[in-house]
Each structure stands twice: as structure tokens, then as C-alpha cells.
């Protein structure tokens, strides 16, 4: 027999996709998910990095790898029959994908602006498209889950164009949560703190960490794997079933830090 946890938190027969699995936290995600009882599509850019969390998801549960540009509504579109053939319609979508950039204000060209928002917004548009007319149309309902950031609601130094990119999809967020619950899909978002991936190590200098330090209560980085719950949580009907349109802090208190 299930103990509680298990009851409330299982994923079993729910059709997962990462997009931006093949990343650190991306990646975790993905493999959470897939201990959780779900089966995984691993979605994004390179295929070693996808093919390899499929890989470590599949010792849990059915996983499967798809290659696929989070910015183009063809490849997701063409993601998305490959989904359905062989898992079934998809019920949970975590957009993870993301790239960062420290350019100062001045220096940002039209392209720079274009990429990060194209990679960083226009994939959660085209993705909640897709696959989220697929949770609507099947009327069975399902749990979006956008990664944002704790530079969303307070702007951070030196990654300008990737604020403006997560204060929207906050908003967007906020916006497809009221317009997708009467099919009760729900739509919420997570935003981590300072957790140390690939993309933002290279500007954590020992001063910026220094800074950091100082406005985050628990005094450290976070962990990837303490990203899983919240997800697993809000993948779960029986344990988020009435929650939609929250923004929700993985932050180790950082946004809620003053003086």
C-alpha cells in the first residue's frame, strides 16, 4: 500500500517534458520527475547533454530525448507528435531553458537583446502553445511550470537583458493561469536564487559572491537537486490541485533580504 507521500506526490501515468533538460538545473528537474513516477521527454539544443539526462532518467522511469530548439514553434511542434507516439499527451511541461549574458547596458546590441529573449521568453510563448493547447485539448487538464529567476522582481547587476527576460515570464505566468484554469491547466512559476550553473559561473568573482552572500539569509548557494521538490510538488493535481499563478521563491530568502 502507498504511504501518504507517496499518495499525494506520485506522478505515475503522467507524461513529462523538460525543456532545457540537458542543463544543470534542467536536468535535475528531469530526473526528479522521473523518480517521481513520470515518464520524461527530454527536450533542447544538444544532444549529448539531453541524450545523457535521458539516460540517468531512464533508470526511474520511461524516458526519452528529443532534439529540439526551445525558440523555434516548428521544432516544438514537431517535438510534441514525437511525445505523443511514444509516451502518450503530455500533462506536465517545465520550461527550464535559459542563457545569461553580463554585457554592460550601453554595449547590448540588437542581436544580444534578440538571443536572450528569444531563448529565455519566446520559448516559454511557443512552448505553452504547443504543448499547452495539447493539456487543454486532451481535457484532462495539467501543470505548467516556467523557471524564472530572483532577478525577475528585483532587478539584478549586471544581467539587464536576463531581468527583463524573467520579470515576463512572471507575467506571462500570471496571464495563462487565469486564461488556462477553466481546463484546469494550471501555470505557476519557480524562481531560484543563486544556484551556481554553467551559464553564471564565470561571473561570480569573489567580490559578486561576497555580495551575494551578504543578501542571502542562508549564506549560501543552492543545490540543484533542492530545486525537485517544488517541481514534483506542483507537477502533483492531489497535492498543488488549487494552486495556479503563483510565483514561487527557491531562494534561500534572498528577495526577501533588506538592511
Known sequence: MNTFPEKIFSLNNKVAIVIGGGGVLGGAMAVGLAKAGASVAVLGRTESNIKARAEESSKYSNSIWVKADASSKTDLENALETIKKEMGIPSILVNAAGIN??????????????????????????????FGKAM??????????????????????KVFT????????NN???????????????????????????????????????????????????????????VVW??????SGFVTGAIVSVDGGFTSMTI
Not at 506542483?234 to 497535492?239: H, I, P, Q, R, Y
Open 172 to 230: 506571462l505566468t500570471r496571464w495563462l493561469a487565469r486564461e488556462f484554469a477553466p481546463f484546469n491547466v494550471r501555470v505557476n512559476a519557480i524562481t531560484p536564487g543563486f544556484f551556481p550553473a554553467k551559464q553564471n559561473r564565470k561571473i561570480l568573482t569573489k567580490e559578486r559572491v561576497e555580495d551575494i552572500m551578504r543578501h542571502t539569509p542562508m549564506n549560501r548557494f543552492g543545490e540543484p537537486d533542492e530545486l525537485v521538490g517544488t
Open 136 to 157: 487543454v485539448d486532451s481535457g484532462k487538464g495539467g501543470s505548467i511550470i516556467n523557471i524564472s529567476s530572483a532577478s525577475s522582481e528585483l532587478p539584478l547587476s
Open 162 to 169: 536576463y531581468s527583463i527576460s524573467k520579470a515576463g515570464i
Open 101 to 130: 549574458s553580463t554585457t554592460p547596458f550601453f554595449e547590448i546590441t540588437e542581436e544580444e537583446w534578440n538571443k536572450i529573449l528569444n531563448i529565455n521568453l519566446k520559448s516559454v510563448f511557443f512552448s505553452c502553445q504547443v
Open 234 to 239: 506542483l507537477s502533483s493535481d492531489k497535492a
